[in-house]
């Protein structure tokens, strides 16, 4: 079964679109290519990837499949498209129709003002076409915007819908219990799945332990059963609280109590599945 690392960035850096990356982030504050990151997949046997977008523009889109088509261990892209647009379906039938390694995809939702957005009218409609087209959506949020996405979620029980990066938990206050909640209640939604990445930016970048992360790990590895979780890396992010290779050894280390068919789920089989790559 292929290794996939479901959630990768890559960017030619650019200060003012890119201000998300303050100046405390300066170790990634410099363009990341797909030669970048290769040599570090190929040392940890991982096959593939889903590069997933960090800006809300279709030049972003297309710059992204473009590293897709010329790097072939990039399986598919996690773009942005304004569903919120009165063309959206001709938008969604123009990707699906030109470029089949785009797989879904994904509004900066964590960063809107209006803690709701995800459930206003023209938000929602847009989320109505995805699944005709054969599109996943990746769900960025913070944990206060949990009870939110379970609204959405229940109103769309076709679509594929996953949460990045646990919903971002508090790691490094400790804070468990409302999060806990939340994510339970969304788990419950089978069409939701868990990535499990981004956990490193969450914590103390300088100072966290791996034990930190066991609480984080048995809720969304308990809620969501093996078959709805998938890894993800989070690079070049999770350059800044310790890198590529120690993020992937805290989940290595802890699922490492799973069968072996588990674990070929966890690092690679569920995101096949979920992105419907191609594994030839």
């Known amino acids: ?16 679109r890119d201000s998300w990356i303050t100046a405390d982030m300066s170790v990634i504050r410099r363009d990341f290519m797909p030669a970048d990151l290769l040599p570090i997949l190929q040392r940890n046997d991982i096959d593939g990837t889903i590069l997933v977008q960090t ?4 030049d972003d889109n297309l710059f992204m499949l473009k590293l897709a088509e010329e790097n072939a261990f990039i399986k598919g892209v996690v773009g942005w498209v304004d569903l919120r647009a009165e063309n959206i379906q001709d938008r969604l039938q123009h990707y699906k129709e030109y470029y089949p390694k785009l797989k879904g ?14 459930l ?21 949020i913070y944990p206060l915007h949990l009870k939110y996405a379970e609204t959405l979620v229940a109103e769309f029980p076709d679509q594929k819908f996953v949460v990045d990066h646990l919903a971002k938990p508090r790691i490094k206050n400790k804070e468990i219990a409302e999060w806990k909640r939340d994510i339970e209640a969304l788990s419950k939604y089978q069409n939701v799945h ?51 290779n120690r993020a992937l050894e805290i989940l290595q280390l802890y699922t490492s109590k799973l069968s072996q068919h588990e674990q070929e789920l966890f690092f690679g089989g569920n995101a096949v599945d979920f992105y419907n790559l191609e594994v030839n």
């Open 1 to 16: 079964m292929l290794k996939i690392d479901a959630h990768q960035h890559c960017w030619q850096f650019d200060p003012v």
């Open 55 to 58: 800006c809300q523009t279709q």
């Open 105 to 118: 995809f994904r509004h900066v939702l964590q960063a809107e003002p209006n803690e709701q957005f995800m």
């Open 120 to 140: 206003t009218k023209k938000f929602k409609r847009g989320i109505s076409f995805l699944n005709e087209h054969g599109f996943t959506y990746d769900i960025l």
């Open 194 to 244: 868990c990535k499990v990445s981004g956990m490193l930016t969450e914590a103390d970048w300088y100072s966290w332990r791996t034990d930190d992360f066991t609480p984080y790990l048995d809720t969304v590895f308990n809620a969501f059963s093996i078959s709805r979780v998938m890894y993800g890396s989070d690079w070049p992010v999770c350059m800044l609280a310790g890198g590529y």
